[in-house]
């Protein structure tokens, strides 16, 4: 099977991450024809559920991809360690990866292991030019070994790795210019921080090249007296800021993979469903301003 591209319209549109609290209904709902291309255009999944695993885990994955496109999106990875990547993690991700024809694979730009241990935390790099050059070349290694085109998600973090050299939007851009790699944006990210770190979202959105972005994530968030942070949970409905972000960033990409991540609090198919066509409907009135600005561009060259 032929390897799609960043740009696939294929993967354009609001998909959803596939979780296994639903996998059953959205199997059963693929037997009879109750489900397509039309009600969602693609699924993300986190290859590390699937890998080295037997019979129903690997089988129910293959079925989604015979009805509908993928995208993969990584846990592990560990993209600022300095630990070597493990080779049979690499080995056995590469071939998952050939398996579903991803046409990209993405992980986070953090750390999130010692020494080989995992400590199941996003936990985030210090924004200096020697943390750009490491964690670049990092990804321009995974790139090699996965053989597949890398991007890299910016993540929601709630401390920082000492002091900074580049305010965070510098450092994301000089770390894709580096590694030469796409960027999966996440919104909901950008505004969790802007609120724990007193930031205005849009204007560090509106700082990122739009050239780079290959995919938008959204997601839920809350509010955590108890520990005077908002938390980016993805167990709450997406909230309306967040609409209105995803609205304004899409108008600047124009068409673009989106996924809805819901890790908690997930809720039936249907209702999951429902937010997926709010959430493209706010994507299909982004694109109408996206496609309004060409024209004009268009029609004055
Ligand atoms: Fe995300």
Same mark, same amino acid.
């Not at 709630?158 to 580049?166: D, I, K, Q, S, T």
């Not at 700082?207 to 290959?214: E, L, Q």
């Not at 949970?233 to 709450?236: K, L």
């Given at each position: 099977m032929a390897t799609a591209s960043p740009?696939?319209? /294929? *993967?354009h549109g609001v998909g959803i991450g596939l979780r296994w609290e639903f996998i059953d209904d959205l199997l059963e709902r693929i037997a009879v024809g109750r489900i397509s291309k039309k009600d969602i255009p693609f699924f993300e999944f986190a290859p590390e559920n699937y890998l080295r695993r037997g019979g129903f885990i690997p089988e129910a994955l293959d079925r989604v991809g015979e009805h509908f496109p993928l995208v993969s999106h990584g846990l592990h990875? /560990?993209?600022? /360690?300095?630990?070597?990547?493990p080779s049979e993690y690499m080995r056995d991700l590469r071939a998952i990866l050939a398996h579903v024809a991803a046409p990209w694979h993405s992980d986070h730009l953090c750390f999130s292991g010692v020494d080989g241990r995992s400590l199941h935390d996003l936990l985030p790099l210090p924004q200096t030019d020697g943390a750009v050059l490491h964690v670049a070349r990092r990804i321009r290694e995974a790139r090699e070994r996965l053989e597949r085109p890398m991007a890299i998600e910016n993540i929601s973090w709630?401390?920082?790795?000492?002091?900074?050299?580049?305010d965070e939007p510098d450092f994301i851009a000089n770390v894709l210019e580096e590694a030469d790699c796409g960027l999966l944006l996440d919104v909901n990210n950008v505004y969790v921080n802007s609120l724990n770190h007193g930031f205005d979202a849009r204007e560090w959105l509106e *700082?990122?090249?739009?050239? *780079?972005?290959?995919q938008l994530h959204v997601a839920g968030h809350e509010w955590r007296a108890s520990e005077g942070l908002i938390i980016d949970?993805?167990?709450?409905d997406v909230s309306d800021p967040v609409y209105e972000l995803l609205r304004s960033t899409v108008a600047r990409t124009g068409p673009v993979a989106v996924v809805l991540e819901r890790? /908690?609090?997930?809720?039936d198919l249907d209702t999951l469903l429902a937010e997926r066509r709010q959430l493209q409907a706010a994507y299909d009135a982004g694109i109408a301003v996206y496609e309004a600005a060409h024209a004009v561009e268009r029609a004055r060259a």
């Open positions: 740009t696939d319209p /294929s *993967r990875l /560990s993209l600022g /360690s300095v630990a070597p990547f709630y401390l920082r790795a000492g002091a900074p050299e580049l *700082r990122i090249d739009v050239t *780079r972005i290959w949970t993805h167990g709450q890790d /908690s609090n997930i809720g």
